[in-house]
């Protein structure tokens, strides 16, 4: 998964997906915007949202940010725990 910083920052190192967010760029069909604790945005598709460990992620989000936050997902572990998350996710999911 290849990741930047939401200011536009240099690129992380890339994984087996190209999943990835800038302020500039469209959100591609199929995928949900969100944005991890430490700021960095980040793409998500859309089937990877029923794995058990994202919605752990996205109940904890919930408990500390509540349903009505406005604007994108906010997670609120770091990124390096949230891509290891997401890459694990996409390897179950095939």
Same mark, same amino acid.
């Given at each position: ?26 959100? %591609? ?11 960095? *945005?980040?793409? +998500?598709?859309?089937? &990877?949202?029923? /794995? ?17 936050? %406005? ?11 949230? *891509?290891?998350? +997401?890459?694990?996710? &996409?390897?179950? /999911?095939?």
């Amino acid at each position: 998964m290849a990741w930047r910083k939401r200011s536009g920052g240099d690129q992380l190192p890339a994984g087996p997906s190209r999943c990835y967010a800038d302020d500039g760029e469209k959100v %591609p069909r199929g995928h949900v915007p969100m944005v991890t604790g430490c700021g960095e *945005r980040v793409l +998500v598709p859309v089937r &990877l949202l029923a /794995a058990p460990c994202i919605v752990e992620l996205l109940d904890m989000a919930a408990q500390s940010y509540g349903y009505s936050q %406005p604007g994108v997902l906010r997670i609120t572990c770091d990124a390096g725990h949230f *891509r290891r998350v +997401v890459d694990g996710a &996409l390897e179950r /999911a095939g």
